[in-house]
């Protein structure tokens, strides 16, 4: 499975929309709240072997598939 299968399959257990999955901001439905959002960052940590630094937590890093994987990339080219 791919990251980018691995992280929307994780993203459908919120909503299974394709639509939502594929926005350019999945917090802009609501269905993202603190508590999802606080998940999801365990999620990425645990499931691709990073560590999300403060300075990693911006919104664009976090409100899409592709927003995700940049982040993938970038923590593991550092």
């Known amino acids: 499975m791919s990251e980018r299968e691995r992280i929307e399959s994780y993203l459908r257990r919120f909503n299974a929309d394709e639509a939502w999955l594929a926005s350019a901001n999945i917090f ?12 999801l ?3 990425l940590e645990s499931a691709f072997g990073i560590t999300v630094e403060e300075d990693d937590l911006q919104i664009e890093n ?10 993938l990339s970038r923590k593991r080219s550092a």
């Open 41 to 43: 960052v365990i999620f």
């Open 62 to 71: 976090f409100c899409s598939v592709d927003g995700m994987l940049g982040l």
């Open 28 to 39: 802009a439905s609501g269905v993202v709240d603190s508590m999802v959002a606080l998940e």
